[in-house]
Structure formats: structure tokens, C-alpha cells
């Protein structure tokens, strides 16, 4: 069982940067995956990065690439979010998930994922 808790989401102002994290209680093993959702008022929760606990291998949807980074800090259990020039679109609940038996067909998938964190509110500002 892995338990999952974000933070580190707060409103800033459009151009502005965020870092947010995800502290992950239980075992995580190198088959695992570590990914990034977000989800906006009235849509559909959506991929935003993932990354490989292994091999640190990093996926990223269209709208996030180059401006956020995915990590992972394996020592601490840990995995962060950085967000660089915030645009008002990328408001939502971020939230961190963690899937047992990675693949690259799977790993933007939501059904991918057992595990979820509560999510942690961003809202940019313009």
C-alpha cells in the first residue's frame, strides 16, 4: 500500500513559479511509475508528467513541456513538480498517483494508476 500527500499549491500570479511535491509513505519499487495529473473546474482530470522511479525516465503532455520538470528524490521517498511560467490554463488540482507496473503505452493513462494523493490547489492569477 502506498499513501500519497501533495503540497506546495497556492495562487501566484501568471509567470511565476511553483514547486510542488509528493510524499510517498509504503515501498516504492523499481517497476513503479510516479505521474502528475491535474484537473480544472468542470474538465476531465488530465496527464501532465510522469517519471520512472528506476531509470528516471520523464513524460510530459504537450501543454507542460519546457516549462515543468518532473524528479524524483528516491532517498526521501519523494517526487516534485517544477512549474515555470505559470499561464492562468494550468489552474487546477494537482494531483500526485503512483502506478505499480510501468509502461510506456500506459503511462499518460489515468487507469494506469492505483495510487492517489488528495491534490493540491494552484491558481495563477493574469
Known amino acids: 500500500q502506498v499513501q500519497l500527500v501533495e503540497s506546495g499549491g497556492e495562487l501566484v500570479q501568471a509567470g511565476d513559479s511553483l514547486r510542488l511535491s509528493c510524499a510517498a509513505s509504503g515501498r516504492i519499487f523499481s517497476s513503479y511509475a510516479m505521474g502528475w495529473f491535474r484537473q480544472a473546474p468542470g474538465k476531465e482530470r488530465e496527464f501532465v508528467a510522469a517519471?520512472?522511479?528506476?531509470?528516471?525516465?520523464?513524460f510530459y503532455a504537450d501543454s507542460v513541456k519546457g516549462r515543468f520538470t518532473i524528479s524524483r528524490d528516491k532517498a526521501k521517498n519523494t517526487v516534485f513538480l517544477q512549474t515555470n511560467n505559470l499561464k492562468p490554463e494550468d489552474t487546477a488540482v494537482y494531483y500526485c498517483?503512483?502506478?505499480?507496473?510501468?509502461?510506456?503505452?500506459?503511462?499518460?493513462?489515468?487507469?494506469?494508476?492505483?495510487?492517489w494523493g488528495q491534490g493540491t490547489q494552484v491558481t495563477v492569477s493574469s
Open positions: 517519471i520512472t522511479w528506476n531509470a528516471g525516465l520523464t
Open positions: 498517483a503512483a502506478d505499480p507496473t510501468f509502461t510506456v503505452v500506459g503511462v499518460r493513462e489515468r487507469s494506469s494508476y492505483d495510487y
